[in-house]
């Protein structure tokens, strides 16, 4: 469904992205994940149609991405970044301009369909303007899927809505995730976890990892990082977690706090909650760190940049 | 084409719904009300013939700088907000849109002109023999030519900026400098001077269309500006995909 190649794009001196290949599959959901920067948008707004790659190419929805653009955008719906929409229009205005731009027949029907998908139909009548960002969202995404497409593109779908709005998002997600090829982008690793079935991780411009998000986490985990904190300065505790086996380092914050990493594969927690309650120190809080993205981007981008030194 | 018939729609609406629409008119209706007027009574005073060129000559005068402020938005506002990523992410050519627009520019004029119609109306209705109908509708068709060319310069200015105040002074500046020409080129001479002599809007306004005669030489220069500025704009649009 889409399929791409080589894909390259240069902004004069600057390169947006480079040698970008990837494809994902009808019923799909793949999850484009990556700081702010690293060419998601850019990505993105090559597959939609907005501009062409400098170098490269690929098909989406069965037509060349290039020659056929036209072909491709009738068949792929588009939420952009930060949902650019008119505001002077209201929501029913707006989205049946829309639906007229992309010649859907009957059309008041699937506008009105399409407004209650998002649950916004209570709306239909509100300016833009006066939407809040959550809404506009909404409206964003009505208007994605007005032409049924095959194929969804969705820069940063999650972005502005509260909590409550983005169980109900992903919960859409999922539904039409089953039958069209969905691609999103976000910068926030536990949404793509739990939504994609598959991630590919982008750094400057590069594909860095691409996997599901299981074998990710395993892959990119590493050892784990887990917090000890005892009431007290935790005197003499040092030494007793420094003789447990299978952990890597050991320090102290401060007193009563310590920072213990182990090696990958075994949860080190009730060992070392033992060990606390054993020698009588009062454990106050024992959790594992579960590595950031930020994190997990400097371990990706430290390896190379090692490489490129040598 | 139909795309471009869509965005058109929308863009005149919108006309409406913004009070640039009606701070255009209200401005254009008091001051030619009051040329009108003061013409209407000079000749009913002192005897001369009806003259309809005494509102049509300020009302050109008064769309070199309305025509800036009916097209800045066009473009501008929406490569400022980004909702062009949208439009042009929809099946929707570069060109269709750049169209569409001047569509409705051109929409909303021709509403303007029409209104100026009450004026001759008048004039008519209140002498004998009335006016000559042949000229007043040659004026009235090289004024129709002349705003359609400027409003492709407005579209033109609006697509080079994703801000409106930028897009109405450049295109104001480009009506200015088209119109006033004549003033700087009088005494100069060749090639070089016939060629520019050429291009100045004033010249293929007034001296034929004004006078009811309409040339195609003026009619062909009027809609190649519309064709080169919508071209040039179409091509702005689409420099976004090798910047």
Known sequence: ?310 | MRNAWTIAKREFNMYFVSPVAYAVSFVLLVVLGLFFFGSFLGAANFGGPPDPTATIGPFVIIMLFSVPAVTMRLMAEEQRTGTIELLLTAPVRDWEMVFGKWLAAFAFAALLILVTLVYPFILSQYTTPGLDQGALQGMYAGLFLMIAAMLAVGVFASALFANQIAAFFLSMGILVALWILGAVLQSANGPMADFLNYLIFSRHYYDNFLSGAAKLEDIVYFVSVVALFLFLATRIVESRRWR
């Open chain 1, 1 to 310: 469904m889409i399929q791409v190649e080589l894909l390259t794009k240069r902004y004069g001196e600057r390169t947006a992205i480079k040698d970008l290949t990837f494809h994902a599959n009808r019923g799909e959901i793949v999850g484009f994940l990556g700081l702010n920067g690293a060419g998601k948008t850019t990505t993105m707004r090559i597959l939609t149609g907005y501009m062409p790659p400098t170098a490269g190419g690929g098909r989406v929805a069965g037509f060349d991405l290039i020659a056929e653009s036209i072909e491709v955008r009738k068949r792929v719906g588009y939420l952009p970044e930060n949902v650019p929409l008119y505001p002077e229009m209201t929501v029913v205005q707006y989205l049946d301009f829309m639906a007229e731009l992309r010649r859907i027949p009957k059309r008041e029907d699937r506008v009105d369909e399409a407004m209650e998908t998002v649950h916004i139909e209570d709306r239909a009548e509100s300016f833009v303007g006066n939407l809040s960002k959550g809404l506009r969202q909404r409206v964003g995404l009505a208007q994605a899927l007005l032409h049924n497409p095959e194929v969804l593109i969705l820069d940063e779908p999650m972005d502005g809505l509260d909590p409550q709005q983005q169980i109900e998002v992903k919960k859409l997600f999922r539904e039409v995730g089953k039958e069209k090829t969905v691609m999103l982008s976000t910068h926030i690793l536990a949404h793509a976890q739990e939504l994609c079935d598959r991630i590919i991780i982008i750094n400057q411009g590069q594909i860095v990892a691409e996997d599901t998000p299981e074998r990710l986490n395993r892959q990119l985990a590493g050892g784990d990082r887990i917090h000890v904190m005892v009431d007290g300065d935790g005197t003499g505790l040092l030494d007793t977690l420094k003789a447990l086996p299978g952990l890597t380092r050991v320090r102290a914050v401060r007193d009563g706090e310590f920072e213990i990493e182990t090696t990958p594969g075994r949860d080190a927690r009730p060992e070392i909650a033992r060990a606390v309650v054993d020698g009588g120190w009062p454990l106050l809080e024992i959790h594992r760190e579960a590595l950031s993205l930020e994190k997990i981007f400097i371990e990706l981008t430290k390896d190379e940049s090692a490489e490129s030194r040598a």
